[in-house]
């Protein structure tokens, strides 16, 4: 059979695993989207190609396996790179290929050519690119791309190929297809280093765990155990965002007062943890100046970032985590719970400020904290094993405490970059992921950035269902400008007001569901109406615009910390 070379990114595609490819159509990628669909490959084509490489990645944290973003040329493939960048942030295994002019085309100032080089482009914002010369390589290529994605630390690759070549015609039967190319083993942790590790937990009066977002890649076959050491030693448990839920029930307090309890913590043992600022890059305030730490992740240079490894191993998150309860078992006996009783009171005064916000009284427009608490109410109480897809500046943080994830890839939230706008594609990341509803919850700056996705999920019945948290305003940097900026405050906002619009008509007019709701004891049955619709919708909430989450706060006032009464006086005069 004589196949294009689109049939051949498709056919390795699937042997790779691959089962949906996200995309935006373009005359020069056409061949690969007709090879997909003769492979069985569903393509989810969305309105941006940004929200599609959000999408993917979204699902590649969910699930641990690559997302795939299909982008056209040159206009195209540029539109993704915030999405990338997100992806290279987070240590997401995204594949995102395109196409370029034809190689007879090079440097004539063909149509979308525009004379930029996307592949230096590309390649400084990816683990890996390549570009692809010969149509007959494809598969080898996707192949690589693969094994580059699923390292160490995974990450994003690019694969790039003049049309000309995409197009061009191959013998099926002749074309090599990459056999036995990846390995599914897990690097084990040095039994010596496993030892001192074990000594030290066993040695320990008061230990800590901390779950990175990169297990989620060596996750296999380790919950049971991660599961037997924390309630061994009786350690209470800090998983960052994408790793909340990944070996633990949040359920059991232990998997949620780490957090609180760092600063008292004499050991830290850390499972793929980058400590960058989410973890205060392991100083104080949030982790105790005296604790000693044990460091375990795959990627060798990821030990001793920015803290001491007092142990250092190198080795999967599921893999040592097997060594380590067996080793810390035959050191020790299970542990009394003193220690984590104290811990749940250290991380109950931790959240102090933001519980005071989740049980704030009637006012109207609602406490934003109060929507999320009615929202976590909902999930904990009638959809717990639902998706959560967190955006927005103090809309994230709200809702992020106040829900549980109770399995893997539950929640999945921005990395380090903080990039807003990513709800709508890591909704449907999700949706794609797990196939469970999704409750999308989000600010009315960051809905704005891809409303139009919600065309994109009422096209393939997307099972979602978006709570705007809509305080007209940006909210975060507003907030914290009144704090840390009030002489020119006092000449008026500029740049950070919104309009109360109608974003529930948008859903409507894309062939959704929406409502707008003022009353806080309505939101939960918004919401149920919103399900039984079948439809993707939008709960639009009028929340208060002067009430500042804890982080914001902090970061209007450099982290002093503020009481009540000066908080409303920053209001008042502005």
């Known amino acids: 059979m004589i196949v294009n070379g689109g049939r051949l990114f498709a056919r390795q595609l699937k042997r790779e695993g691959v089962s949906q490819i996200f995309t935006i159509c373009g005359g020069q990628i056409m061949p690969v989207i007709y090879g997909c669909r003769d492979e069985g490959i569903e393509v989810i084509d969305v309105r941006h190609e940004n929200a599609g490489v959000y999408a993917a990645d979204a699902y590649a944290r969910a699930t641990g396996r690559p997302g795939v973003m299909l982008a056209t040329l040159t206009p195209g493939v540029m539109q993704t790179m915030q999405g990338i960048f997100e992806a290279r942030a987070a240590g997401s295994p995204v594949l995102v290929i395109s196409a370029s002019v034809g190689i007879d085309e090079f440097d004539t100032g063909a149509e979308q050519d525009m004379g930029v080089d996307t592949m230096t482009i590309l390649k400084g914002n990816t683990l890996w690119a390549a570009k692809i010369f010969e149509a007959g390589r494809i598969p080898e290529y996707v192949s690589k791309a693969f094994r580059q994605m699923l390292g160490a630390t995974p990450g994003p690759a690019y694969l790039e190929i003049p049309v000309d070549v995409m197009k061009s015609k191959v013998e099926l039967d002749e074309a090599r297809f990459p056999e036995k190319t990846r390995v599914s083993a897990m690097a084990f942790g040095d039994p010596a280093l496993i030892g001192e590790a074990a000594d030290m937990l066993a040695e320990a009066k008061q230990p800590a765990l901390v779950i990175g977002d990169a297990a989620i890649f060596t996750s296999e076959g380790g919950r049971a155990a991660v599961e037997g050491l924390v309630s061994h030693l009786q350690m209470p448990v800090y998983a960052t965002t994408m790793a909340r839920g990944l070996f633990g029930d949040e359920g059991d307090p232990l998997f949620r007062t780490g957090e609180g309890a760092l600063c008292e913590a004499d050991v830290i043992a850390t499972l793929s943890a980058a400590m960058n600022f989410r973890l205060n890059n392991g100083r104080p ?244 109406r919103a399900y039984a619709s079948g439809k993707p919708s939008i709960i639009n909430v009028r929340v208060d615009s002067e009430h500042p989450c804890p982080f914001t706060i902090m970061y209007g006032c450099g982290g002093r910390p503020l009481t009540k009464d000066e908080i409303a006086a920053y209001f008042s005069k502005a």
Not at 459 to 465: K, P, V, Y
Not at 493 to 498: C, E, K, P
Not at 515 to 523: I, S
């Open 285 to 528: 305030p949030l982790i105790n100046e005296n604790a000693k730490f044990i460091q375990i992740h795959p990627d060798i240079r990821m030990i001793g970032f920015n803290c001491p490894a007092d142990v250092g191993i190198v080795a999967g998150a599921s893999a040592a985590a097997r060594q380590l309860l067996e080793a810390v078992k035959a050191r020790t006996g299970p542990k009394g719970d003193a220690w984590a009783q104290k811990a749940g009171r250290m991380h109950a005064a931790y959240r102090a400020e933001w519980d005071a916000g989740y049980g704030f009284g009637d006012i109207k427009p609602m406490h934003p904290a109060r929507l999320a608490a009615e929202v976590g109410r909902f999930l904990a109480e009638e959809a717990p094993d639902w998706s959560i897809a967190a955006d927005g500046g103090d809309s994230y943080e709200w809702i992020m405490r106040a829900v549980r994830a109770r399995r893997p890839g539950q929640i999945a939230g921005y990395a380090s970059n903080g990039t807003i706008g990513t709800g709508q594609g890591f909704a449907m990341g999700l949706w794609l992921a797990h196939g469970k509803p999704v409750l999308e919850y989000t600010g009315d700056g960051s809905i704005g950035f891809y409303l139009g996705e919600f065309d994109t999920m009422a096209r393939f019945g997307m099972r979602i269902i978006c709570v705007v948290s809509n305080d007209a305003q940006w909210g975060m940097v507003k907030m914290a400008e009144t704090m840390r900026s009030g002489d020119e405050v006092s000449k008026g906002y500029i740049a950070t007001t919104l309009a109360e619009r109608r974003y529930e008509k948008v859903a409507e007019a894309l062939g959704g569901y929406g409502e707008y709701v003022e009353d806080v004891g309505e939101v939960v049955p918004a919401i149920r």
